[in-house]
Protein backbone atom coordinates (compact mmCIF):
# COMPACT_ATOMS: atom_id res chain seq x y z
CA UNK A 1 0.00 0.00 0.00
CA UNK A 2 2.81 2.52 1.17
CA UNK A 3 4.24 1.65 -2.96
CA UNK A 4 1.15 2.38 -4.10
CA UNK A 5 0.48 5.58 -2.14
CA UNK A 6 3.85 6.86 -3.47
CA UNK A 7 2.77 6.35 -7.20
CA UNK A 8 -0.13 8.08 -6.67
CA UNK A 9 2.15 11.32 -4.81
CA UNK A 10 4.40 11.08 -7.94
CA UNK A 11 1.45 11.30 -10.39
CA UNK A 12 0.27 14.16 -8.52
CA UNK A 13 3.36 16.05 -8.10
CA UNK A 14 3.75 16.06 -11.97
CA UNK A 15 0.38 17.46 -12.51
CA UNK A 16 1.75 20.47 -10.01
CA UNK A 17 4.60 21.28 -12.35
CA UNK A 18 5.35 22.08 -15.89
CA UNK A 19 6.65 19.32 -18.68
CA UNK A 20 10.31 21.49 -18.31
CA UNK A 21 10.32 21.29 -14.91
CA UNK A 22 11.49 17.77 -12.75
CA UNK A 23 10.50 15.53 -9.91
CA UNK A 24 12.61 13.06 -8.26
CA UNK A 25 12.26 10.59 -5.94
CA UNK A 26 15.13 11.05 -3.26
CA UNK A 27 14.48 7.54 -1.45
CA UNK A 28 11.53 6.73 1.22
CA UNK A 29 9.03 9.49 1.52
CA UNK A 30 11.52 12.33 0.03
CA UNK A 31 11.04 14.21 -3.08
CA UNK A 32 13.22 16.34 -4.76
CA UNK A 33 11.46 19.41 -7.59
CA UNK A 34 13.11 21.23 -9.99
CA UNK A 35 11.34 24.28 -11.11
CA UNK A 36 13.45 25.70 -13.89
CA UNK A 37 13.27 29.28 -15.12
CA UNK A 38 10.96 31.04 -12.43
CA UNK A 39 10.16 34.11 -12.88
CA UNK A 40 10.55 35.50 -8.98
CA UNK A 41 10.93 33.39 -6.03
CA UNK A 42 7.72 33.99 -4.99
CA UNK A 43 6.52 31.82 -7.83
CA UNK A 44 8.15 28.45 -5.97
CA UNK A 45 5.83 29.31 -2.92
CA UNK A 46 2.56 29.49 -5.33
CA UNK A 47 4.01 25.83 -6.40
CA UNK A 48 4.32 24.57 -2.83
CA UNK A 49 1.32 25.72 -2.05
CA UNK A 50 -0.55 24.25 -5.10
CA UNK A 51 1.42 20.57 -4.12
CA UNK A 52 0.51 21.16 -0.45
CA UNK A 53 -3.50 21.12 -1.50
CA UNK A 54 -2.98 18.51 -4.46
CA UNK A 55 -1.45 16.10 -1.77
CA UNK A 56 -4.22 16.41 1.08
CA UNK A 57 -6.72 15.26 -0.98
CA UNK A 58 -7.35 11.93 0.13
CA UNK A 59 -6.25 8.67 -1.43
CA UNK A 60 -8.30 5.62 -2.42
CA UNK A 61 -5.76 2.87 -2.59
CA UNK A 62 -7.37 -0.93 -2.57
CA UNK A 63 -10.75 0.24 -1.24
CA UNK A 64 -9.10 2.51 1.86
CA UNK A 65 -9.67 6.21 2.43
CA UNK A 66 -5.91 7.68 2.72
CA UNK A 67 -4.77 10.71 4.40
CA UNK A 68 -1.21 12.50 4.07
CA UNK A 69 0.35 15.59 4.78
CA UNK A 70 3.74 17.60 3.52
CA UNK A 71 6.36 18.95 4.63
CA UNK A 72 8.02 21.55 1.97
CA UNK A 73 11.64 23.30 1.73
CA UNK A 74 12.86 25.68 -0.56
CA UNK A 75 16.18 26.60 -1.93
CA UNK A 76 16.55 29.27 -4.53
CA UNK A 77 19.52 29.13 -6.88
CA UNK A 78 21.85 31.19 -6.68
CA UNK A 79 21.24 32.97 -3.85
CA UNK A 80 20.99 30.14 -1.10
CA UNK A 81 23.95 27.63 -2.95
CA UNK A 82 25.34 27.10 -6.28
CA UNK A 83 26.33 24.11 -5.90
CA UNK A 84 23.80 21.26 -5.55
CA UNK A 85 24.76 19.71 -2.72
CA UNK A 86 24.31 23.46 -0.97
CA UNK A 87 20.74 23.50 -2.18
CA UNK A 88 19.81 20.22 -0.83
CA UNK A 89 21.28 20.70 2.60
CA UNK A 90 19.67 24.35 2.85
CA UNK A 91 16.40 22.73 0.91
CA UNK A 92 16.23 19.74 3.77
CA UNK A 93 16.79 22.28 6.68
CA UNK A 94 13.81 24.57 5.27
CA UNK A 95 12.12 20.98 5.44
CA UNK A 96 12.79 20.32 8.70
CA UNK A 97 11.59 23.81 9.73
CA UNK A 98 7.85 23.64 7.86
CA UNK A 99 7.90 20.16 9.95
CA UNK A 100 8.78 22.07 13.27
CA UNK A 101 6.73 24.94 12.20
CA UNK A 102 3.47 22.12 12.62
CA UNK A 103 3.81 20.36 8.93
CA UNK A 104 1.54 20.42 6.05
CA UNK A 105 3.45 23.75 5.43
CA UNK A 106 6.62 24.78 3.13
CA UNK A 107 9.63 27.05 4.01
CA UNK A 108 11.71 29.23 2.43
CA UNK A 109 15.15 29.04 3.21
CA UNK A 110 16.61 31.78 5.30
CA UNK A 111 20.31 32.41 6.76
CA UNK A 112 19.35 32.12 9.70
CA UNK A 113 18.13 28.84 10.05
CA UNK A 114 21.36 27.79 9.20
CA UNK A 115 23.58 28.28 11.92
CA UNK A 116 20.77 26.41 14.38
CA UNK A 117 19.09 24.01 12.06
CA UNK A 118 22.73 22.49 10.41
CA UNK A 119 23.92 22.02 13.97
CA UNK A 120 20.78 19.47 14.44
CA UNK A 121 21.26 18.03 10.94
CA UNK A 122 24.16 17.16 11.76
CA UNK A 123 23.31 15.78 14.99
CA UNK A 124 20.86 13.67 13.77
CA UNK A 125 23.36 12.09 11.19
CA UNK A 126 25.38 11.11 13.60
CA UNK A 127 22.42 9.90 16.18
CA UNK A 128 21.11 7.66 13.32
CA UNK A 129 25.14 6.08 13.16
CA UNK A 130 25.36 6.47 17.17
CA UNK A 131 23.70 2.76 17.75
CA UNK A 132 26.19 1.09 14.91
CA UNK A 133 29.22 2.56 16.01
CA UNK A 134 28.45 1.89 19.98
CA UNK A 135 28.38 5.40 21.34
CA UNK A 136 25.45 5.80 23.57
CA UNK A 137 26.23 4.40 27.30
CA UNK A 138 24.07 4.29 30.39
CA UNK A 139 24.71 5.47 33.60
CA UNK A 140 22.81 4.43 36.85
CA UNK A 141 21.67 6.46 39.32
CA UNK A 142 20.33 5.48 42.65
CA UNK A 143 17.35 5.77 44.42
CA UNK A 144 17.46 5.42 48.86
CA UNK A 145 15.52 5.02 51.20
CA UNK A 146 15.78 6.59 54.59
CA UNK A 147 16.47 5.90 57.47
CA UNK A 148 17.58 3.03 56.29
CA UNK A 149 19.92 4.40 53.50
CA UNK A 150 19.24 1.41 51.78
CA UNK A 151 19.71 1.61 47.83
CA UNK A 152 15.64 0.61 46.83
CA UNK A 153 16.09 0.74 43.21
CA UNK A 154 17.81 2.83 40.58
CA UNK A 155 17.38 4.77 37.09
CA UNK A 156 19.13 3.49 33.92
CA UNK A 157 19.97 7.02 32.43
CA UNK A 158 21.32 7.83 28.64
CA UNK A 159 24.34 9.51 27.16
CA UNK A 160 25.83 9.48 23.74
CA UNK A 161 29.48 9.58 24.08
CA UNK A 162 29.71 11.51 20.16
CA UNK A 163 33.12 11.70 18.87
CA UNK A 164 33.73 15.35 18.69
CA UNK A 165 31.35 16.66 21.16
CA UNK A 166 32.33 14.21 24.00
CA UNK A 167 29.60 13.00 26.47
CA UNK A 168 25.90 14.14 25.47
CA UNK A 169 22.96 14.68 27.49
CA UNK A 170 19.95 12.93 26.93
CA UNK A 171 18.25 16.43 27.50
CA UNK A 172 19.98 17.66 23.87
CA UNK A 173 18.99 14.59 21.63
CA UNK A 174 16.13 12.58 22.64
CA UNK A 175 13.93 14.96 21.04
CA UNK A 176 15.56 14.59 17.62
CA UNK A 177 15.54 10.53 18.56
CA UNK A 178 12.11 11.09 18.83
CA UNK A 179 11.64 13.19 15.66
CA UNK A 180 13.33 10.97 13.74
CA UNK A 181 11.84 7.78 14.76
CA UNK A 182 15.28 6.62 16.38
CA UNK A 183 13.95 6.37 19.50
CA UNK A 184 12.23 3.40 18.74
CA UNK A 185 15.71 1.23 18.53
CA UNK A 186 17.76 3.63 20.82
CA UNK A 187 14.60 2.40 23.24
CA UNK A 188 15.22 -0.80 22.66
CA UNK A 189 18.81 -0.45 23.05
CA UNK A 190 18.43 0.85 26.06
CA UNK A 191 15.90 -2.01 27.45
CA UNK A 192 18.34 -4.57 26.38
CA UNK A 193 21.46 -3.00 27.87
CA UNK A 194 20.07 -3.00 31.07
CA UNK A 195 18.69 -6.61 30.64
CA UNK A 196 22.28 -7.57 30.61
CA UNK A 197 23.47 -5.42 33.47
CA UNK A 198 21.14 -7.31 35.18
CA UNK A 199 22.22 -10.29 34.20
CA UNK A 200 25.76 -9.56 34.76
CA UNK A 201 24.99 -8.45 38.17
CA UNK A 202 22.98 -11.39 39.12
CA UNK A 203 25.49 -13.65 37.95
CA UNK A 204 28.10 -12.29 40.04
CA UNK A 205 26.12 -13.07 43.09
CA UNK A 206 24.78 -8.85 43.67
CA UNK A 207 21.79 -7.80 44.77
CA UNK A 208 19.96 -6.30 42.46
CA UNK A 209 17.24 -3.60 42.86
CA UNK A 210 14.96 -3.01 40.45
CA UNK A 211 16.06 -0.41 37.49
CA UNK A 212 13.86 1.92 35.67
CA UNK A 213 14.03 2.73 32.15
CA UNK A 214 12.25 5.98 30.87
CA UNK A 215 10.31 5.89 28.33
CA UNK A 216 9.59 8.73 25.69
CA UNK A 217 5.58 9.05 24.26
CA UNK A 218 7.02 7.29 20.54
CA UNK A 219 8.22 4.32 22.32
CA UNK A 220 4.79 4.30 24.55
CA UNK A 221 2.93 4.23 22.02
CA UNK A 222 5.12 1.76 19.36
CA UNK A 223 2.69 -1.25 19.01
CA UNK A 224 5.63 -3.62 19.33
CA UNK A 225 5.79 -2.20 23.42
CA UNK A 226 5.05 -5.30 24.64
CA UNK A 227 6.06 -7.99 22.91
CA UNK A 228 9.86 -6.32 22.97
CA UNK A 229 9.98 -6.04 26.45
CA UNK A 230 8.38 -9.70 27.52
CA UNK A 231 10.58 -10.95 24.53
CA UNK A 232 14.29 -9.33 25.63
CA UNK A 233 13.02 -10.02 29.27
CA UNK A 234 12.94 -13.51 27.85
CA UNK A 235 16.12 -14.01 26.48
CA UNK A 236 18.26 -13.02 29.32
CA UNK A 237 15.94 -14.54 31.29
CA UNK A 238 15.77 -11.51 33.73
CA UNK A 239 12.09 -11.77 36.13
CA UNK A 240 10.21 -8.87 35.39
CA UNK A 241 10.25 -7.81 39.19
CA UNK A 242 13.47 -6.32 38.09
CA UNK A 243 12.31 -3.59 36.10
CA UNK A 244 10.35 -0.47 36.12
CA UNK A 245 9.46 1.99 33.44
CA UNK A 246 9.10 5.53 34.02
CA UNK A 247 6.30 7.74 32.29
CA UNK A 248 5.26 11.04 32.24
CA UNK A 249 1.29 12.47 33.02
CA UNK A 250 1.05 13.73 29.28
CA UNK A 251 1.36 9.99 27.96
CA UNK A 252 -1.66 9.17 30.39
CA UNK A 253 -3.94 12.11 29.18
CA UNK A 254 -4.06 10.76 25.31
CA UNK A 255 -6.11 7.70 24.28
CA UNK A 256 -7.20 7.15 27.83
CA UNK A 257 -8.52 3.22 27.58
CA UNK A 258 -5.79 2.58 25.31
CA UNK A 259 -3.20 3.49 27.87
CA UNK A 260 -4.85 1.52 30.74
CA UNK A 261 -4.82 -1.60 29.02
CA UNK A 262 -1.02 -1.79 28.11
CA UNK A 263 -0.02 -0.41 31.24
CA UNK A 264 -2.81 -3.78 32.75
CA UNK A 265 -0.55 -5.54 30.84
CA UNK A 266 2.56 -4.08 32.13
CA UNK A 267 1.50 -4.43 35.43
CA UNK A 268 0.09 -8.47 35.53
CA UNK A 269 3.46 -9.25 33.64
CA UNK A 270 5.32 -7.70 36.74
CA UNK A 271 6.75 -4.47 35.07
CA UNK A 272 6.43 -1.14 38.28
CA UNK A 273 5.38 1.65 36.29
CA UNK A 274 6.30 5.28 37.82
CA UNK A 275 4.77 8.57 36.97
CA UNK A 276 8.13 10.93 36.32
CA UNK A 277 8.76 14.36 36.87
CA UNK A 278 4.89 14.71 38.36
CA UNK A 279 3.50 17.47 39.09
CA UNK A 280 4.57 19.14 35.90
CA UNK A 281 2.27 17.98 33.48
CA UNK A 282 -1.57 18.09 33.28
CA UNK A 283 -2.19 16.20 36.28
CA UNK A 284 -5.38 15.01 36.87
CA UNK A 285 -6.13 13.38 40.10
CA UNK A 286 -8.95 10.63 38.49
CA UNK A 287 -6.08 9.49 36.16
CA UNK A 288 -3.60 8.17 38.82
CA UNK A 289 -6.89 6.02 40.26
CA UNK A 290 -7.49 4.47 36.93
CA UNK A 291 -3.85 3.36 36.04
CA UNK A 292 -1.84 0.83 38.37
CA UNK A 293 1.08 3.00 38.68
CA UNK A 294 3.27 2.28 42.01
CA UNK A 295 5.59 5.32 42.17
CA UNK A 296 4.79 9.03 41.91
CA UNK A 297 8.29 10.83 41.05
CA UNK A 298 8.15 14.38 42.49
CA UNK A 299 9.66 17.01 39.63
CA UNK A 300 13.14 17.80 40.50
CA UNK A 301 11.76 22.43 39.83
CA UNK A 302 9.48 21.48 42.98
CA UNK A 303 12.32 19.90 45.03
CA UNK A 304 15.31 22.63 44.12
CA UNK A 305 13.03 26.13 45.69
CA UNK A 306 11.86 24.01 48.53
CA UNK A 307 13.58 26.43 50.89
CA UNK A 308 12.48 29.56 49.22
CA UNK A 309 9.13 29.02 47.58
CA UNK A 310 6.60 28.24 50.11
CA UNK A 311 4.48 26.84 47.18
CA UNK A 312 6.37 24.65 45.95
CA UNK A 313 7.09 23.45 49.56
CA UNK A 314 3.04 23.17 49.69
CA UNK A 315 3.04 21.03 46.45
CA UNK A 316 5.44 18.91 47.67
CA UNK A 317 3.38 18.61 51.08
CA UNK A 318 0.18 17.76 49.09
CA UNK A 319 1.74 15.00 46.56
CA UNK A 320 3.57 13.39 49.46
CA UNK A 321 -0.17 13.56 51.74
CA UNK A 322 -2.04 11.92 48.34
CA UNK A 323 0.19 9.54 47.69
CA UNK A 324 0.16 8.27 50.89
CA UNK A 325 -3.99 7.80 50.52
CA UNK A 326 -3.44 6.15 47.14
CA UNK A 327 -0.99 3.88 48.92
CA UNK A 328 2.24 4.92 46.32
CA UNK A 329 5.64 5.41 46.26
CA UNK A 330 7.12 9.20 46.64
CA UNK A 331 10.82 9.69 45.10
CA UNK A 332 11.82 13.16 45.35
CA UNK A 333 14.13 13.84 42.07
CA UNK A 334 16.81 16.03 42.27
CA UNK A 335 18.10 16.38 46.12
CA UNK A 336 21.18 18.37 46.37
CA UNK A 337 20.90 19.79 49.59
CA UNK A 338 20.97 18.65 53.74
CA UNK A 339 18.07 21.20 53.94
CA UNK A 340 15.89 19.53 51.36
CA UNK A 341 16.09 16.32 52.74
CA UNK A 342 15.15 17.50 56.23
CA UNK A 343 12.00 19.25 54.41
CA UNK A 344 11.02 16.17 52.68
CA UNK A 345 11.54 13.45 55.68
CA UNK A 346 9.50 16.04 57.87
CA UNK A 347 6.98 15.46 55.20
CA UNK A 348 7.25 11.86 55.23
CA UNK A 349 8.93 11.36 52.01
CA UNK A 350 11.00 7.82 52.14
CA UNK A 351 12.93 7.46 49.02
CA UNK A 352 15.19 10.00 47.01
CA UNK A 353 17.35 10.40 44.31
CA UNK A 354 19.72 13.26 43.79
CA UNK A 355 23.49 14.77 43.64
CA UNK A 356 23.38 14.47 47.17
CA UNK A 357 23.18 11.03 47.70
CA UNK A 358 25.25 10.15 44.52
CA UNK A 359 25.70 11.41 40.67
CA UNK A 360 24.27 8.73 38.20
CA UNK A 361 27.30 6.44 37.71
CA UNK A 362 28.61 4.35 34.92
CA UNK A 363 27.86 0.38 35.44
CA UNK A 364 31.55 -0.26 36.64
CA UNK A 365 31.32 2.18 39.70
CA UNK A 366 27.74 1.37 40.27
CA UNK A 367 29.15 -2.19 40.59
CA UNK A 368 31.06 -1.12 43.86
CA UNK A 369 27.77 0.27 45.58
CA UNK A 370 25.85 -3.10 45.00
CA UNK A 371 26.11 -5.60 48.07
CA UNK A 372 26.25 -9.09 47.71
P1 LIG B 1 14.41 12.18 34.29
O1 LIG B 1 13.88 10.84 33.94
O2 LIG B 1 13.55 13.05 35.11
O3 LIG B 1 15.81 11.90 34.98
C1 LIG B 1 16.31 12.64 36.04
C2 LIG B 1 17.30 13.65 35.58
O4 LIG B 1 17.70 14.44 36.68
C3 LIG B 1 18.59 13.04 35.02
O5 LIG B 1 19.06 13.91 34.00
C4 LIG B 1 19.51 13.10 36.24
O6 LIG B 1 20.88 13.09 35.90
C5 LIG B 1 19.10 14.42 36.82
N1 LIG B 1 19.40 14.53 38.25
C6 LIG B 1 19.33 13.56 39.17
N2 LIG B 1 19.63 14.05 40.40
C7 LIG B 1 19.90 15.37 40.23
C8 LIG B 1 20.29 16.44 41.13
O7 LIG B 1 20.45 16.26 42.33
N3 LIG B 1 20.48 17.66 40.58
C9 LIG B 1 20.31 17.90 39.25
N4 LIG B 1 20.52 19.13 38.79
N5 LIG B 1 19.95 16.92 38.37
C10 LIG B 1 19.75 15.68 38.87
P2 LIG B 1 19.57 13.37 32.64
O8 LIG B 1 20.33 12.09 32.84
O9 LIG B 1 20.23 14.48 31.93
O10 LIG B 1 18.25 12.97 31.87
C11 LIG B 1 17.34 13.94 31.48
C12 LIG B 1 16.07 13.35 30.98
O11 LIG B 1 16.30 12.63 29.75
C13 LIG B 1 15.48 12.32 31.92
O12 LIG B 1 14.78 12.99 32.93
C14 LIG B 1 14.58 11.55 30.98
O13 LIG B 1 13.36 12.20 30.79
C15 LIG B 1 15.35 11.59 29.68
N6 LIG B 1 16.04 10.30 29.48
C16 LIG B 1 17.17 9.84 30.06
N7 LIG B 1 17.49 8.60 29.64
C17 LIG B 1 16.49 8.24 28.79
C18 LIG B 1 16.20 7.04 28.02
O14 LIG B 1 16.91 6.02 28.07
N8 LIG B 1 15.08 7.06 27.24
C19 LIG B 1 14.25 8.14 27.18
N9 LIG B 1 13.16 8.08 26.40
N10 LIG B 1 14.47 9.26 27.90
C20 LIG B 1 15.57 9.32 28.69
MG1 LIG C 1 13.11 9.39 34.81
MG1 LIG D 1 12.21 13.05 36.39
Not at 9 to 32: K, N, P, W
Not at 247 to 270: F, H, P, R, Y
Request: charged residues 20%; glycine residues 6%.
Amino acid sequence: MGDLLLKEVAVRLLACVRSEDTVSRQGGDEFVIVLDNISSSADAGTVAQKILNALMQPYFIQGEELHIGASIGITIFPGDGDKVDALLRNSDIAMYHAKESGRNNYQFFAAEMNQQAAERYALGVDLRHALERNELRLHYQPVFNMPTGKVTSMEALLRWQHPELGLISPVKFITLAEETGLIVPIGEWVLRTVCLQIKTWLEQGYEVPRIAINLSVRQFRHKELLSDISRILGENEINPCYLALEITESMLAQNVDETAKILGQLNTMGVEIALDDFGTGYSSLSYLKRFPITTLKIDRSFVRDIATDPNDAAIIAAIIAMAGSLNMRVVAEGIETEEQLDFLEKQGCRHYQGFYFSKPLPASEMTSRLQH
